[in-house]
Each structure stands twice: as structure tokens, then as C-alpha cells.
């Protein structure tokens, strides 16, 4: 009989991506939902409701009858009551495209406990474009580098999550150091272009450590956010919101150095200029009313993702025994 697979088996780790742990995150997308059902603003078909009115599968009222309305929906019984003409109105049931916007700058190749920001970003990405297309939203995403960005067009396909996942672990590949060579594209662009490709009623999640994530972006929020919905979803490691006591042996790979983080003043100045540049964040998002997520490279990412998306008749600590079928050896 085959094991079950934890959670936590399932969570991506190490400094690189794989395909078949991104793959895998599959199977945790029927537990997981994105948004809650609210009215959208696309004019494409779909399972949200959205403020168009037309002949759809949900009725929401009746009321006087106006010259143009469609006469199959005149309310006859309504109308023999009052001695005027009524007619039902629906509200039509509407798609919502996923784009998912994906940090992979240099500064997110870093990590000193279980992943990688990168890892974990790309993470993320997977289970959400499999989550949205589980419940059959069009997926698409932007990936973001030091000096381009990619974009996978949304379609409803698993060959855009899978071209999504092919392109994240490609780039992210191309990593080798938190500290770009010749610089990197800000933030700013990365929601200038999303506002150019996004449409009415679009849902986007941004999947960033937000380093540059400031007063600068403040335009683009504004006006990204006035015809879509964002998501903010943080990722940080424990070794950038403080150093420890004792002194620690870093390595890009390659070199080793020393880093003395005996001195408690450089220890306390580390600590608050990283608290106040998260409050700057978290300040910016309520100012532009966004749900801001946190996730953090020490902890295993699917128990994460399953406490803030997941529905409550979850299993918490193993999958459903299909699941764990295909995954067995």
C-alpha cells in the first residue's frame, strides 16, 4: 500500500526550483481558493458574478419594464398582478483571468534556513496557478528578472501553469548571487507593465520579498488597482529581519567569508531598519486597501498557503489517498 504524503514533503526547498515539485503541487489545488466569490468586472463567462446584467444562470430581481429589455424575461405573473410590466434580471456568470506577477530578481536568491526566496516564490506561483485552474480561471503570469520580464498569456490550460513553471525554474536557474551585476529593473516597472496587460476585473498576486515595494510604486498601485484586484504576498527570511548573537560563516557557493554579528548596536540598527521598511510596506497596501500576506523561507510553504487559502474541511497533515497514489514511487 502506498505512503501518504505530508504537506510538508510536498513544500519546495534548497536554493533552486525543480519542475516535479512545482508539478506536484497539484494536487493541493481543490483545497485552496484564491479569492472568495464577489461581482467582477470581465465580460468574459466564468463561475463569478459580476454587476453585468444579462440573461445568466442567478435570477436577482424583478423591476418595471424598460424599453429595450429583452421580452423573454417580462415576470407575467408580476406583471398580471400590478397591471404593469415587470421583467426578472439575472446576473450572468463571468470568468475572472489569474495573473500572477513572480519576482525573480537577484535580491530573492537568498535564504538561510529550509528555501530560497526564490523557491518559494516560485512556489507559490505554482500553487496558485494550479489552484485557479482547478476552479477554471484563465491563468497567466509576468516574471520579473534583473533586466527582463516574461510573460505566459492566461489561458485556461495546464499548459500555461506548465509554461509558467518551465520559465520560473529557467530564470530562476540563472541566479547566482542576492547582488545584481549591472542592477535591476524596479518594482514600478513590473506594475506599469501588469497595468498594460491586465484587463477589467483581472486578479493578480504579487509574489515578492517587496524590497523595493515604496513610495515609487505608489502611482502604479493606484492606477493597476482601479480596474483590478490585487494581492500582495510577502516573503522574507528570518536572517534579514535580525542577525543573531553569535557571529555566522556565510557562502555564496563558492567563497566563504566571516560575518562578526557580535557587536549589539549594528544588531539593533539591522533590526529597525528592516521593521520600519516592512511597516512602509504594510502601510502602503492599506493606503491601497491590499490584502498583504507573509510567508517566511523557514517554514514548510503548503501549510502556509492551505492557512490562508485553504477551505475548512482540509486535511491538514496528509493528502487524499489518489493524491498520494500518484505521487508514490
Known amino acids: ?14 536554493a533552486y526550483p525543480e519542475v516535479t515539485s512545482l508539478v506536484q503541487l497539484r494536487y493541493i489545488a481543490r483545497q485552496l481558493h484564491m ?10 463567462a466564468g463561475g463569478l458574478l459580476t454587476r453585468y446584467r444579462g440573461r445568466g444562470m442567478n435570477f436577482e430581481e424583478v423591476r418595471h419594464y424598460h424599453p429595450g429589455d429583452d421580452v423573454r424575461s417580462i415576470d407575467w405573473r408580476v406583471t398580471a398582478r400590478t397591471g404593469e410590466t415587470h421583467t426578472k434580471l439575472y ?16 535580491p530573492m536568491f537568498f535564504g538561510s534556513r529550509r528555501a530560497f526566496k526564490s523557491v518559494v516564490a516560485s512556489g507559490i506561483a505554482a500553487a496558485l496557478g494550479w489552484a485557479g485552474l482547478h476552479h477554471s480561471d484563465r491563468i497567466g503570469a509576468m516574471i520579473f528578472t534583473d533586466d527582463a520580464i516574461d510573460t505566459v498569456r492566461p489561458r485556461r490550460s495546464h499548459h500555461a501553469v506548465l509554461a509558467m513553471i518551465h520559465a520560473m ?29 491586465s484587463r477589467p476585473g ?32 510577502r516573503i522574507a527570511d528570518p536572517l534579514e529581519l535580525s542577525l543573531p548573537a553569535q557571529s555566522l560563516t556565510i557562502s555564496d557557493g563558492r567563497q566563504r567569508t566571516f560575518l562578526g554579528a557580535g557587536n549589539r548596536p549594528l544588531r539593533e540598527f539591522f533590526a529597525e531598519r528592516h521593521a520600519q521598511a516592512r511597516a512602509d510596506v504594510e502601510q502602503l497596501c492599506r493606503r491601497h ?11 514548510p510553504l503548503v501549510p502556509t498557503l492551505l492557512d490562508y487559502f485553504g477551505n475548512r474541511q482540509r486535511d491538514n497533515s496528509r493528502l487524499s489517498a489518489p493524491a498520494a497514489r500518484e505521487l508514490a514511487p
Open 169 to 197: 525554474v529557467e530564470l530562476a536557474g540563472e541566479l547566482d548571487s542576492p547582488v545584481p551585476a549591472n542592477g535591476s529593473q524596479p518594482m514600478k516597472l513590473l506594475l506599469e507593465e501588469a497595468r498594460r496587460i
Open 35 to 44: 479569492f472568495r466569490p464577489r461581482l467582477a468586472r470581465s465580460d468574459q
Open 1 to 14: 500500500m502506498p505512503k501518504a504524503v505530508s504537506h510538508t514533503e510536498l513544500s519546495p526547498r534548497g
Open 202 to 233: 483581472t486578479a493578480l498576486f504579487l509574489v515578492s520579498d517587496c524590497h523595493d515595494l515604496d513610495e515609487s510604486c505608489a502611482q502604479p498601485l493606484y492606477l493597476l488597482t482601479r480596474h483590478a484586484d490585487l494581492q500582495v504576498l
Open 91 to 106: 446576473q450572468e456568470e463571468r470568468e475572472r483571468p489569474v495573473v500572477i506577477l513572480v519576482d525573480l530578481r537577484s
Open 289 to 299: 486597501r491590499l490584502p498583504l500576506l507573509d510567508f517566511d523561507t523557514a517554514s
